[in-house]
């Protein structure tokens, strides 16, 4: 096997405009714009490579190696401007693995595209968010920033040590952000990894149960924080504590490419179903089923297909399941998501 050296992340403001009107004479852009909660023509943008952190249970970061190059903001508005204009876009979701790592660039670009009238959403970090001055954020929110995804991952100190997360997110700020997110009407867009690897079986239901109290505590202080759930799936950080353990744990990737066929692994990539060895089906359905609670309880934004009145009769058949801490076997939750066709955005995005 050769090995070539990872080239450089390249400045985004020298490359060259991205060929919109050539591309469009091929692929009508207009039917890419798709109607999601944000609005009806929605754009997907990257406007960003890369991360400046390294967790420890992130894809992201054998990629880039904790590097970042953003374009500037003038040049992403005149970018969402030329698809507004052309092809009636009229809100835009940010792709980036990190948008907000520049406060500068993120109210520059809030001030730009404030008066276009576009609803807008992105994925940050609560601790780099959380700096952002009270003004930066009511700016945010004034150009149309309505919901941001953040990666809250557990309510659990030492394992977000152990994930390397950087920064200084804490169980605290998970809560006292979501505390503030509140105040300035963006809806915080957590995501939690349950199912980290742990020494015996006892810790690992022991950890599950405290994130899942952990997330019941977090809907209390905002409400309308979304909540999205991953089961931990291994990623190959080289040096990390995290991955060794995992090593240690007796797991380990399929050895030749047309393994990663088997159904057994099809949704690996989803982190549904993480074949890990320290997890037995009995915690995964716990989780699963819980979720499936949460999700009636506090039906998603996102899903644009859910009216007022399937949203109230989710909740009223959920909520004594939610008040009562019964998740097991709820299968009338199910049928009624699975008729309704409810959208899971972590599986199908908005
Ligand atoms: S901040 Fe997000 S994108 Fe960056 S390394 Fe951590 S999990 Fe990955």
Redesign the pocket.
Known sequence: MITTKKDEIYDQDTLPSFPYAQLNEFYEIRRYLGKTCLGTKTIAYHSSFG?P???SF?A??PIYNARWKGKSAENIYKDILFLKNNYGGNAIEFHD??FFVSEKRTVEFSNLIKKENMIWWGEG?IDTINKYSDESLAIMRDSGCRMIFF?AETGNDEILKRMD?GGTQSAAQIRSFAARMKKFDIIPEYSFVLGMPADTEEESWKQIKRDVEFIREIKEINPETEIIIYVYSPVPVEGSELYEKVLASGFHYPEKLEDWIEPSWEKFDLRKNPLTPWLSAEMIDYIRNFETVLNGYFPTYSDIRLNRSKIKVLKSISSFRYKNKLYSFPYEIKAIQKIWKYRQPEIEGF
């Open positions: 991360c952190f390294t967790c992130c992201v970061v693995n990190n970090r990666g997360k």
